[in-house]
């Protein structure tokens, strides 16, 4: 049915969302350690 769709929809970008924050998390992370690194 367009309900369930949709609801697999919402909980697929949920997911990519949850992703994106983790990954984006992770890189700024390691920049810090590279530019502490450096000092």
């Known amino acids: ?4 769709d949709q609801k ?3 909980l697929m970008a949920q997911q990519l969302q949850r ?5 984006l998390y992770e890189e700024s992370l390691a920049i ?8």
């Open 19 to 23: 992703w994106g924050r983790e990954v």
């Open 8 to 10: 697999a929809e919402y």
């Open 1 to 4: 049915s367009a309900l369930s």
């Open 32 to 39: 810090t350690a590279d530019i502490l690194k450096l000092r």
